[in-house]
């Protein structure tokens, strides 16, 4: 059985962003398909999100105050 590779969740959006660019929606869907395929799991899921609302978020905390998905940053 081959098993699939996993990516941390910062560096698989940073990817996603390095190869479709700053596309919000087009790289949300993108890290929620991979979420659902398992190349990005959750350790926990206690907010009890979606795979869709997950990559938003993550978004938001990559481009917000936090600024790790920023331009200077990837």
Do not use: I
Request: charged share 30%; net charge positive.
């Amino acid at each position: 059985m081959t098993e699939k590779p996993t990516f941390g969740q910062r560096d698989y959006m940073r990817k996603l962003v390095a190869t479709m660019g700053r596309d919000q929606e087009a790289v949300c869907m993108a890290y929620a398909k991979a979420e659902r395929d398992g190349l990005v799991p959750r350790m926990s899921n206690t907010s009890r999100k979606t795979p869709d609302e997950y990559a938003v978020a993550l978004w938001k905390d990559g481009t917000g105050k936090r600024g790790w998905l920023n331009a200077n940053r990837t």
